[in-house]
């Protein structure tokens, strides 16, 4: 399995180039742009903070100048407090075109005292429908928190404050596509989704909590980048020449940690609903 990633990787040597990376960014201004939101999304701070605020006339976002094929990505977030019913902050990997790749965390806001809901998911080509949805074990609102994601041949891996809360293998045994042949820019945004994000659209947005504002700090990237004009520095492929995060899977403490988050926390499993798969659970659910 290891062999034919690697494989893959130089097939792509041959139109792009891949350059090895480590980022430990406090200025937003070299590494993301603002692009939509007209004046919504903010870097401040002399480029050591982002804020995205949503109000009744728009939403906002950004997005990477850089675009990964497997990396460790960390960002630092504190949600919208207070009311946040109606709003979500979108934070994800993803390619372009109908049959993109992406990796999915998503925070769905709530009324005052009521834990945000994390939403995950997973596509491969164009196809999602892998969410898993979990509380938190703290105020993501009171304070900013680290949120990261492994993405690695072997496996992809959601961390918050480095406690692992889900893990989605490359099966590609077992016919499960994963994402390992497209390159990766990161996304943020907020927007109004009060038609399904809170109870199902019954708690809509209030807008005289406008702006809701999300922030952002501590980026960091040890990733590959890939560039389609070229960049200097060949990225090899062997394990030596990446970071361990090329290799990286979880250990004992790790899978003990990702059992007490998925007993005590997850709200949400596609590979428990019956309702929804009543043939049959994905592949991946069995192994």
Partial sequence: ???????????????????????????????????????????????????????????????????????????????????????????????????????????????TGEPYTIHTNVYTQGKGERE?????????????HTFSVLWNPQTIVFSVDNTPIREFKNLGNLGVPFPKSQPMKLYSSIWNADQWATRGGLIKTDWSQAPFVASYRNFNANACTVSVNGSPGPCHTGKSDFGPWMSQNLDRNGEERLKWVQKNYMIYNYCTDTKRFPDGFPKECNA
């Fill in 1 to 111: 399995m290891a062999s034919r990633n690697y494989a893959l990787l130089l097939m792509f040597f041959t139109f792009l180039t891949i350059t090895s990376m480590a980022v430990y960014a406090n200025n937003y201004f070299q590494h993301f742009d603002i692009t939509w939101g007209e004046g919504r999304g903010k870097i401040v701070n002399n480029g050591e903070l982002l804020t995205l605020s949503l109000d009744n006339y728009s939403g906002s976002g950004f997005q990477s100048k850089n675009q990964y094929l497997f990396g460790k990505i960390d960002m630092q977030l504190k949600l919208v407090p207070g009311n946040s019913a109606g709003t979500v902050t979108a934070y994800y990997l993803s390619s372009e075109g109908s049959s993109h790749d992406e990796i999915d965390f998503e925070f769905l806001g709530n009324l």
């Fill in 132 to 144: 898993q949805q979990f509380h938190l074990w703290f105020d993501p609102t009171a304070d900013f």
